[in-house]
């Protein structure tokens, strides 16, 4: 018995001398304010939604017609946009305005656009069904444009089947995409900026938020699902 005690002793003797010299060491340097295990776990209440479920949402419905936005939605053009910042107005956003800027931006700049695979899943998953696809984008309009062909060959669209890009242009105070929505009598509608979703609701059609990607040209990244609308899970590339 004396022996278990003098055993036990020395047991609890070295884990006192192990706290104490763990208590002791020294903290590294506080680099950042770190994060939590609860903070890594929350989320947004966003209406994700995937492409499937999109396509099980439409089953048993008639062909219909559908829009896309093109800049940030179906394309990731900043490479040319940030171009004309550069060539035009390095130091704000006037080249927007510039004729010059316009008629590079949709005559040759496009042929450095990425198309961003959620448009090529998503045109190919509404082809499939049948659906007519438009494309409408907020460029002002130029007398010439390839913008239809990059889309078209990005996309991997049948020539049958591409309608050509509707130039809505970007006027101050007004949403030119509503009209042209209309006139399509579209039913669902894709785009990453609050603008387009903002179009459909004013027509009462499914605006579908697609991701805009993290280092566009567009800044600052609008807030998806601000108006409770559907945004399609990884659709940022």
Do not use: C
């Amino acid at each position: 018995m004396k022996k278990i005690t003098l055993t036990l002793s020395a047991i609890a003797l070295a884990l006192s001398f192990t706290a104490t010299s763990q208590a002791k060491l020294p903290m590294p340097e506080t680099v950042s304010t770190g994060v939590t295990v609860a903070e890594l776990a929350a989320q947004q209440p966003v209406h994700w939604v995937s492409i499937e479920q999109i396509k099980k949402s439409l089953e048993g419905k008639a062909p219909m017609a559908v829009g896309f936005d093109i800049d940030d939605t179906v394309l990731f053009s900043s490479p040319g946009f940030y171009r004309g910042k550069i060539e035009f107005s390095p130091n704000d956003f006037s080249y927007l305005k510039n004729p010059q800027f316009w008629e590079k931006m949709n005559n040759e700049w496009d042929k450095f656009s990425m198309p961003k695979q959620v448009g090529v899943d998503l045109v190919k998953m509404h082809l499939e069904r049948g659906d007519a696809v438009y494309f409408i984008t907020g460029r002002t309009q130029t007398k010439t444009e390839t913008v239809t062909k990059y889309v078209q060959e990005g996309l991997h669209i049948p020539a049958d089947k591409m309608n050509s890009v509707i130039f809505a242009g970007d006027e101050p105070g007004k949403n030119n995409k509503v009209s042209w929505m209309r006139d399509h009598k579209l039913t669902i509608y894709y785009g990453d900026a609050d603008a387009d979703i903002a179009a459909a609701n004013e027509l009462n059609i499914r605006g579908i938020r697609i991701l805009r990607a993290a280092n566009s040209s567009y800044q600052p990244l609008p807030k998806a699902g601000r108006f409770g609308e559907e945004v399609v899970i990884n659709s940022e590339y």
